[in-house]
């Protein structure tokens, strides 16, 4: 699980960071891209793949069912 969610934080920082690019217009050759692919969808994007990083961060380590152990 922590490599699933390392993984997924390092794609939501790539994802974000597109997001970024896009709104400044950095790069001209980007508007070539579909219109659906704006910089809100790369933000919503991001913003899933932090929380599905933290889920997995949080419940990981653990296999199988049972309470906490003290």
């Known amino acids: 699980m ?10 939501a920082f790539l994802c974000m960071v597109m997001g970024i ?7 001209p050759e980007l508007e070539a891209l579909p219109e659906e692919l704006t910089w809100d969808v ?5 913003a899933l793949l932090f929380l599905s ?14 309470g906490e152990e003290f």
């Open 2 to 11: 922590k490599v699933l969610a390392g993984l997924s934080g390092i794609i």
């Open 21 to 27: 690019i896009l709104l400044l217009g950095a790069f």
């Open 42 to 46: 790369w933000f919503w994007l991001s």
């Open 53 to 66: 990083s933290i889920a997995c961060t949080a419940g990981g380590g653990r296999r199988g069912g049972g």
